[in-house]
């Protein structure tokens, strides 16, 4: 789950990518949140686009593992 604390308006954007490819349409705006599944994850990074002001963005996960 990704959230984006940043006041509307004036915080960037926070847009996620996944194993160095973003993942479409995944944008998360300030004072949302997103949570997505997907499978095969070996990197993941967040970039933050536009605004006027910085916003705190809050990454949670849980990996689901089977041997």
Do not use: Q
């Amino acid at each position: 789950m990704v959230e984006n604390t940043g006041i509307a308006g004036v915080a960037p954007t926070a847009s996620l990518t996944v194993n160095e490819t973003p993942v479409a349409g995944f944008v998360v705006a300030p004072g949302e949140a997103r949570s997505i599944t997907m499978d095969d994850i070996n990197s993941i990074s967040l970039t933050g686009t536009g605004g006027t002001a910085s916003a705190n963005i809050k990454i949670s996960f849980f990996l689901n593992y089977k041997f």
